[in-house]
């Protein structure tokens, strides 16, 4: 993996991710887009949710807090990404709770080419296909194999598919990144979920292979959340420290702390005959 690199190439080109998303969480995503070295924007309006999009190098949807009103603003916004051939990614928050929220996830999934598709197990699993529920927006537990699940959507939908948890998981449909850095704490403050799709954002503006974005994405996020908990004496400290560890995080970090597997699929025509 190159996720120094990448975090470097964040750093050097300072990226404008336009971000549709969710006013609980807002400020918390255009601050971890800036510490990381990107640069935020927050446009809802669809007098110019497209042109805003026309001028971004990523584009990441939040339906966290939905209205049928950001859903169009989405629309404008992602068939302009999609002509100008930037990625978007759509955080499926709360997916699995209602019907209306099912409803329209599922309308932004046939109307534009989503790229990176992220979410807690219950969000893609309901997105997959399985019945199951979310408790707000806070995952249930499912009853399957998760990896699959995430290679089930990420064919179907010809996408990358997160799922975010104890043990993140990635894959484009074929390969698959399993990253376990982060901390308990991580879970213990609001907007940690929203903030890592912005991030993957970030990491997506600089990186074509949106798989390896998506990985590289959560293995700063973690680490910074690993080294924020070292001082944090509670969920208040951590947030302030971990902006500073995702500020300054650095490759000595990024190498020696890394905790990322990679299960590469073997193509038809490398495979070893006998």
């Known amino acids: 993996m190159e996720t120094a690199e990448l975090l470097k190439k964040i750093k050097q080109e300072k990226p404008l991710v336009h971000h549709i998303t969710n006013w609980v969480t807002i400020y918390d995503c255009a601050n971890v887009v800036r510490a990381i070295g990107a640069l935020p924007v ?7 949710a497209a042109d805003m999009a026309k001028i971004a190098s990523a584009l990441v949807l939040n339906i966290g807090t939905l209205t049928t009103e950001l ?9 302009a990404a999609n002509e100008k ?14 019907k209306f929220r099912d409803d329209k996830a599922e309308e932004l999934l046939k109307e534009l080419k989503i790229d990176i598709i992220k979410g807690n197990s219950s969000e893609i699993a309901k997105l997959a296909g399985m019945e199951v529920q979310t408790k707000g927006v806070e995952s249930t537990k499912v009853e399957a194999d998760l990896i699959e699940v995430a290679k089930k959507l990420a064919n179907e939908r010809k996408a990358t598919v997160v799922i975010t948890g ?4 990635v894959t484009n449909g074929s390969d698959v990144y399993l990253c376990n850095n982060g901390h308990t704490m991580m879970g213990s403050i609001v907007g940690t979920g929203c903030m890592i799709a912005s991030v993957i954002g970030a990491f997506a503006a600089v990186e074509k292979d949106y798989a390896k974005a998506a990985a590289s994405a959560l293995v700063c996020f973690g680490i910074a959340g690993e080294l924020a908990s070292r001082r944090a004496s509670g969920p208040g400290s951590f947030k302030e ?9 650095d490759d000595n970090d990024i190498n020696d702390m890394e905790k990322l597997e990679i299960k590469t699929a073997v193509k038809k025509d490398e495979a070893k005959t006998e």
């Open 241 to 249: 420290l971990f902006y500073d560890e995702i500020y300054n995080l």
């Open 85 to 98: 051939g930037i990625p978007i990614v759509l955080d499926a928050v709360g997916v699995g709770a209602t």
């Open 71 to 79: 859903i169009e603003s989405m629309k404008l916004a992602g068939k």
């Open 42 to 48: 927050m446009a809802h309006a669809k007098e110019e």
């Open 166 to 169: 104890k043990e993140d998981i």
